[in-house]
């Protein structure tokens, strides 16, 4: 099959590799008929991470059963499904409190930008639509495989409650999902802290109430203007750097949570104003599958439309470009055709 590798820093290829194969009762194979590029998949293309050379890469999937395991039932060939990025059999303790990503027999999609990819949880993790979806809904089914939940489990690690004050810190997509989620939620104010205008106007269609330009100390000043001097209700941190939590806790007010969701790069977290203001800390890996049948009923009756955060839609064999797009910050997020 034809996948994509990473074999440096900045050195993408479209490469053959062997089509993956049934390996265990509990696996699935699916034919990947789109796939995208994550924000977090920038942080070995830059170098941040250690590379093994030749290594495929991609995470976030939707397509088409080819075949399944002894241990599958409930899906087989021909079914549509949303592969969670993380794998779980959705029974075990941690699954059963919420805590999916952290399951006792947990894998993660390998080749999700990729003509196939195995899921190793199958029955646990992936989830079917009635059907094969409209070509226009593709672009927001593929956000379930991560993007939407992640930004989702952010707000909800944050607390957000109807008629919340709620600050977003980051404007990738994971970020533009965190403000449609506390949307969604109820929040009466969404204050979505970015730079560029094409991202600030989708933080506004996603109902963002207010954008706020500044950073760091201008920034934290800008959101106690707006709170009458209170602070955010809740933060969303969707980035992973130390300025970037920084930036949220520098926003929340005392009593407040922050929600984090950023894969942390080099994070101090400021434990003096957690523990004097109170501030608490909750996230991390999104549990997808937690959060997947009731996102992908607002997806499928057109409550939201999360697949706006694809602004660059590329065949499969344009994968490089792809990633230098989203490196250099002209795409916000990119969409891979595959089949």
Not at 105 to 112: L, R
Not at 206 to 234: C, N, P, Q, S, Y
């Amino acid at each position: 099959m034809r996948a994509t590798t990473i074999h440096a820093a900045r050195d993408i290829r479209l490469e053959e590799r062997p089509t993956p194969s049934i390996e265990a009762p509990t696996d699935a194979i699916v034919r990947v008929t789109a796939g995208c590029i994550c924000g977090s998949d920038l942080w070995p293309y830059r170098g941040e991470n250690d590379i093994t050379p030749g290594d495929t890469i991609g995470h976030e999937m939707i397509g088409v059963v080819e075949e399944v395991g002894s241990g599958v039932s409930s899906f087989g060939p021909g079914d549509f499904v949303i592969a969670p990025f993380c794998h779980c059999d959705n029974t075990c303790a941690h699954c059963r409190a919420g805590a999916h990503s952290a399951c006792v027999n947990v894998g993660f999609t390998q080749s999700g930008q990729a003509e196939y990819a195995r899921v190793t949880q199958a029955e646990g993790s992936l989830v079917k639509t009635d059907g094969m979806p409209p070509a226009s809904l593709l672009p927001s089914l593929l956000t379930l495989s991560d993007v939407f939940p992640t930004g989702w489990h952010c707000a909800v690690s944050a607390d957000v409650s109807p008629g919340d004050t709620v600050v977003v810190v980051g404007d990738g997509a994971v970020g533009l999902c965190g403000v449609l989620a506390a949307a969604e939620m109820g929040a009466e104010r969404v204050i979505a802290m970015s730079r560029h205008e094409q991202r600030q106007e989708i933080a506004r269609q996603f109902g963002a109430t207010h954008i706020v330009a500044e950073r760091g100390k201008e920034g934290a000043e800008r959101i106690k203007e707006l709170t009458d001097g209170v602070g955010a209700d809740a933060v969303l941190e969707c980035v992973g750097t130390d300025d970037s939590m920084k930036q949220a806790f520098a926003c929340a007010r005392p009593g407040s949570t922050v929600g984090f969701v950023g894969v942390p790069h080099g994070v101090e977290l400021p434990v003096r104003r957690m523990f004097s203001k109170n501030i608490g800390l909750a996230g991390g890996v999104a549990p997808v599958r937690r959060y997947l049948p009731e996102l992908l009923e607002l997806v499928t009756d057109g409550t939201v439309d999360p697949g706006l955060v694809f602004d660059l839609t590329l065949p499969l064999d344009k994968v490089a470009e792809g990633y230098r797009a989203m490196d250099e910050r002209t795409a916000i997020k990119v969409y891979l055709e595959v089949s």
